[in-house]
């Protein structure tokens, strides 16, 4: 039987792997990140995701990682680890994740050169009864929705009970919704820009990269959504954070450069990146700063968030 856990609610904090200049895994500056973000209010992080640089990351890696995180967050926080790459490595992950206090897995999909459903499902499968947690299917942009006939197939194994929806088809989920009620919980993987739109249908969890930089953001979108104050949402979307996400889909390869180097910006260890992605480009980075020291976001400007 899945672990049972607490209810995945609110924002959920994706933190980066900090890198040393080698890129190695710098541990320290994991433990002080995962410390500060939850210090800030944070309920819910999630490691080993796409802002974690799963897939550059080694077994060896990823078990430092969970023993850290563990460590860091204790009964603090609702414990993600993000899960993927073959098979095999995905189900040993699963396994670390578990040892180190996870309530759930972010399972990524796999590439696949013949690409089919009764395989996918059978990945998905073997990973959730090998976990023994709760498991959040990950929809993403370039994976594409996940069918109603893949849903159908795996709507009996009890502990895949989430879906982080990175795709942003809001019809597919109604689609979901009608066939399959409440039995996929859906989370808001477009994070603080669809907050409103996911809200009006009772999505109310939402992930947030920017959170490694600025908690305080995504904690007051969340406080506002619930007293249905959504012109001051708007208003914040508008001003800080749309500008944001602009800057992060500047160039691809920047999803987790662009987090680092506001990390970096604020005063935070962070590191690079690894290959294949890329670090900002200096003109970027410079209307970053700008954008940050707008907001007194800059090391020096006041209290880190």
């Not at 926080?77 to 578990?98: D, E, I, M, N, P």
């Not at 410079?286 to 976001?297: F, I, N, P, V």
Request: proline share 6%; glycine share 10%; aromatic share 8%.
């Amino acid at each position: 039987m899945p672990r049972t856990s607490p209810e995945l609610v609110g924002p959920i904090g994706f933190p980066v792997t900090p890198w040393k200049s080698d890129l190695s895994l710098d541990e320290g500056a994991l433990f002080a990140h995962a410390g500060r973000m939850l210090d800030a209010g944070l309920e819910a992080l999630c490691f080993c995701g796409s802002n974690g640089e799963q897939h550059a990351l080694d077994l060896s890696e990823y078990e430092r990682i969970c023993a850290v995180a563990g460590e860091a967050a204790g009964s603090r926080a609702y414990l993600v680890f993000g899960v993927g790459q073959s098979w095999r490595t995905a189900r040993a992950q699963s396994v670390l994740a578990r040892e180190a206090g996870a309530h759930a897995v972010l399972c990524i999909a796999p590439y696949m050169g013949d690409e089919n459903e009764p395989g996918l499902a059978d990945y998905y499968r073997g990973v959730a009864e090998h976990s023994g947690l709760s498991v959040i299917l990950y929809q993403t942009r370039w994976s594409g929705v996940l069918s109603l006939s893949l849903l159908e197939r795996l709507a009996d194994v009890e502990n895949i009970r989430m879906v982080k929806d990175e795709n942003g088809n809001l019809s597919h989920y109604l689609q979901v919704r009608r066939k399959f009620g409440d039995r996929f919980r859906w989370i808001n993987g477009m994070a603080e820009p669809f907050v409103p739109s996911y809200w009006s249908l009772g999505i109310e969890t939402f992930t947030s990269g920017l959170a490694c930089f600025m908690p305080q953001v995504p904690l007051r979108i969340r406080d506002l959504a619930r007293q249905g104050r959504f012109s001051e949402v708007n208003a914040i979307l508008d001003d800080i954070v749309i500008p944001m996400y602009e800057l992060r889909n500047r160039r691809p390869g920047y999803k987790v450069s662009m987090i680092k180097a506001g990390m970096s910006l604020a005063g935070m260890d962070a590191g690079g990146v690894r290959p294949p992605l890329i670090p900002m480009e200096a003109a970027d980075r410079e209307d970053l700063r700008s954008l940050m020291g707008r907001h007194g976001l800059l090391r020096g400007q006041g209290e880190l968030p």
